[in-house]
């Protein structure tokens, strides 16, 4: 039985795509599935397209370019979203490579649990000149988190999505998020809040080297403070009053100051030691969000 399934792309000025697109011609592939790669330029100039219609020319797969500009990653998300009509969307980083049997894991998966949204891992590939307390850490390494045996958002560095789910339906990538980052995560929960099951594939793996620039202590810390300022955001939208607000507010504080208290206690082992000034940066960003200041800008 043949079906059709659509990789979707995003790239901004990265020369790495070559590789990832790279990774993709080698997939292997179930019998009768029909491969179209969707990439989505989000660069003001059209300024991939020589490299697609290059590499287009002996792919195995079409690659269908699109260009989606605005330095605003939802805009070039919900243009990949628009130009997909397969059954069937994966997405992947234009800095990253996939394992030859990706999509099959993602697939496979899919038809294992019926889960409209399927995960895998992004695991980091760490150069020579990283510290070694990052990669005992591995602290650039992407995996789902589980909150009571659930997964209830999500990532789009390595994801498969049944477009006819009807959590799916109508959802798009907050154009307001496009720039701080934290839009995939607002996507994923309000599919889950929706209704939508969230499942892992473990062997769908994708790679991404670590660049120079995401050595620092600095940028790890930053990047968790944003993700706790999107936690923070999704907070407050949830249902309750004011009674409620204070509770999530006291919970966080003592989160911080724990997590805090545990750096100090941990100043023996930079690995330790970094991972509770993480959490604590994450938390700091949900109490900040939670008061009211507005996301990071990250991107563009």
Partial sequence: MSFRLDVCVCTFRRPQLADTLASLAVQ?????AEVTVVIADNDETPSARPLVEEIGR????????VHAPARNISVARNACLAESDAPLAAFIDDDECAAPGWLAALIARRAETGAGVVLGPVRATYPEESPSWQREGDFHS????WVKGEIITGYTSN????????????????????????????FFTAFHRGGGRIAFAPDAVVSEIVASGRLSLSWLLKR?????QTHGMLLASEPGGALRGAIRMATVLAKAGFCGLMALLSLFSRRRAAFWLLRGSLHAGVMMRLLGVR???QYG
Avoid: K, M, N, Q
């Fill in 159 to 186: 994801v498969l999505l049944t477009r006819a789910d009807p959590a799916l339906r109508g959802l798009a990538f907050d154009l307001a998020l496009g720039r701080s980052g934290g839009e995939d995560t607002a």
């Fill in 58 to 65: 002996t792919h195995p797969f079409p690659l269908r370019y």
């Fill in 28 to 32: 292997r592939l179930p019998d009768g």
């Fill in 224 to 228: 968790a403070f944003r993700s706790g």
């Fill in 295 to 297: 996301e990071l800008v």
């Fill in 142 to 145: 992407i995996r789902p988190v």
